[in-house]
């Protein structure tokens, strides 16, 4: 880390005449007096090869290299990766500026930066992906249903399912119409009617809409409706999504449904005996 993070005073610098000549500023090439400020310019090389995969100035000797260093713009990261955002690659151009006027003056105000570029991403990531890979892996570990998986099959799962977020009193399944997929409840509960008579109100980590799978029919009709009942957050999977998974991930899921199948239909006898 250059010494940012080891050193009381934020003014100086841990490097001197080691290291790679790749990562040197132009004042430590130039055998300039040094402070913190080339420790922020080897970390902006740092950065730049972190997310390209390469550095910015390659050359076949230590002379050219030397040369590109002092007197060679680098190209912005996003040249060789094009998704990288406008205010990376401004940051890490900045971090490197050959000019010390131009070039982050202190470690605060260069780990701001970054730390709001990285706060404005998750921002949006929470927008367009409400659901991410991480938080469906946590919230399928903890649901009963798929307790026997192991972590390799959770994320297959997370995989091969969609994810969305249901709004109280939404129809989500319609008596009669062809299915093609089943849904697990991950948060909230939604109530099965038939006939405008309620049959069942689930709960988190109970499954609906099996039938379409168990039944081994293409697109076989629905036996109820199925509203939420509450703000629901809903994973769909897909019959033929399921169909392509690894052998082992079916066999958790059709063990799953039978475990379920018994509890319903030890729950309905319960009901009759009463």
Request: hydrophobic share 40%; with cysteine.
């Amino acid at each position: 880390d250059f010494g940012a993070a080891l050193i009381s005073s934020s003014f100086t610098t841990q490097v001197s005449a080691i290291g790679s000549p790749a990562f040197m500023s132009p004042e430590q090439v130039k055998e300039q007096p040094l402070d913190h400020q080339t420790d922020i310019y080897s970390m902006g090389v740092v950065l730049y090869n972190l997310l390209t995969g390469r550095l910015p100035f390659r050359a076949t000797n230590n002379f050219t290299l030397i040369y590109q260093i002092t007197n060679v713009e680098a190209e912005p990261p996003s040249a060789f990766r094009p998704e990288i955002p406008a205010g990376l690659d401004a940051l890490v151009l900045r971090a490197m500026a050959k000019d010390l006027g131009t070039r982050y003056r202190h470690w605060e105000e260069f780990s701001l930066d970054l730390a709001e570029l990285f706060r404005a991403r998750y921002q949006r990531g929470k927008t367009d992906e409400p659901f991410a890979d991480t938080d469906k892996f946590h919230t399928l570990r903890k649901l009963p249903f798929f307790q026997n998986f192991s972590d390799a099959e959770l994320w297959e799962v997370a995989r091969i399912s969609t994810w969305r977020q249901a709004a109280e009193g939404e129809a989500l399944m319609k008596e009669g119409e062809p299915g093609d997929f089943f849904c697990i409840l991950a948060r909230g509960q939604v109530k099965v009617t038939k006939n405008g008579r309620l049959l069942n109100l689930l709960g988190a980590g109970e499954p609906f809409g099996e039938m379409a799978y168990l039944s081994h029919k293409d697109r076989a009709p629905r036996g109820a409706d199925i509203t939420a009942a509450s703000n629901a957050d809903i994973i769909s999977v897909p019959t033929q999504n399921l169909a392509r998974a690894s052998e082992g991930c079916r066999a958790k899921f059709d063990r799953a449904f039978m475990q379920i199948l018994l509890d319903r239909l030890s729950m309905a006898n319960l009901r009759l005996s009463v």
